[in-house]
């Protein structure tokens, strides 16, 4: 049968509904361009023997919104091509009762549902379609927004491995006390040794007042008492009370006279 009939035949597919005798995988694909697209399809009921046509209708609008033959793969000539199709870039193998449809370096324009199909007596029996799309950019899909959540440090065991967390031991935790002890009680001697020495330097400033205070006394006293007082040695008394101090030859004894 010429390749020009199968065109004829496959302007009907449009009424007609996929049947589950041919299984066809994946049901969609989207891929970017210059990829490589892999399409499958058994024959559930079907002989070994069975040829499955791989027919394709592009993606409308387009002025070429047909179906229109692309291969199948004949045991004694190999790959049947349909009219104008690109051979370099499409291929159909057979693997026991599936066939494999290969497409390289797609492009946008090879967009379309892409059908296997057998040919029985009398029906012809489709498969439900794969539908293909070929863009040049991916679409991306929006993700939701987290708020980032504060992370909480925990305190982990110690492991003789890995330990990635801080250790919270017993020995830890002991010279973590002993250090702090340790800081306070210095601290309490430093404060004290600097009350004492406080207190020695305003003990040597009051001593060093007094014995000043002292010496001013002393000076002021000798002044008073006069260079004559001085001589004789009897602490500046005057002539009555050294008289009387003499004891009992005062008579005799002759009052000087200043």
Request: glycine share 8%.
């Given at each position: 049968m010429q390749?020009?009939l199968?065109l ?7 009424a007609?509904h996929?049947s589950?005798v041919?299984?066809?995988a ?12 892999i ?7 079907s ?6 046509y ?7 609008p ?7 033959f ?6 004694v000539?190999?790959?049947?091509y ?20 290969n ?9 379309g ?14 498969g439900?379609?794969?539908q ?16 980032p959540?504060p992370?909480?440090k925990?305190?982990r065991s110690?492991?003789?491995v890995?330990?990635?967390?801080p250790?919270?031991?017993?020995l ?5 006390v ?5 800081l ?22 009051k001593?060093?007042?007094w014995r000043?205070k002292k010496?001013?006394?002393?000076s002021r006293?000798?002044?008073a008492r ?10 500046g008394?005057?002539p009555?009370?050294?008289?009387s101090t003499v ?11 200043l």
């Amino acid at each position: 049968m010429q390749p020009g009939l199968w065109l004829l035949l496959a302007a009907q597919l449009a009424a007609l509904h996929g049947s589950s005798v041919l299984q066809q995988a994946p049901g969609s694909i989207m891929v970017q361009t210059n990829q490589r697209v892999i399409m499958s399809c058994e024959a559930k009921t079907s002989p070994t023997s069975t040829r499955i046509y791989w027919l394709r209708r592009r993606q409308a609008p387009s002025p070429d919104s047909h179906h229109e033959f692309l291969a199948v793969w004949d045991s004694v000539k190999g790959i049947v091509y349909g009219q104008k199709v690109e051979q370099e870039k499409l291929t159909v193998f057979p693997d026991a009762t599936r066939s494999i449809l290969n497409l390289t370096r797609v492009k946008p324009a090879d967009s379309g549902v892409y059908f296997c199909m057998t040919i029985g007596t009398p029906e012809l029996t489709f498969g439900k379609g794969t539908q293909l799309s070929v863009v040049d950019v991916l679409p991306t899909t929006a993700q939701p927004t987290k708020k980032p959540t504060p992370k909480r440090k925990m305190c982990r065991s110690p492991n003789p491995v890995t330990q990635k967390g801080p250790s919270c031991g017993p020995l830890t935790l002991g010279l973590l006390v002993a250090g702090v002890l340790l800081l306070l009680v210095s601290l309490g001697v430093a404060i004290h040794l600097h009350c004492l020495q406080r207190r020695a330097r305003l003990r040597l400033l009051k001593q060093g007042v007094w014995r000043k205070k002292k010496a001013h006394q002393a000076s002021r006293l000798k002044r008073a008492r006069g260079p004559g007082a001085q001589e004789l040695g009897l602490g500046g008394l005057n002539p009555v009370c050294r008289s009387s101090t003499v004891g009992p030859q005062a008579s005799h004894f002759t009052p000087l006279s200043l």
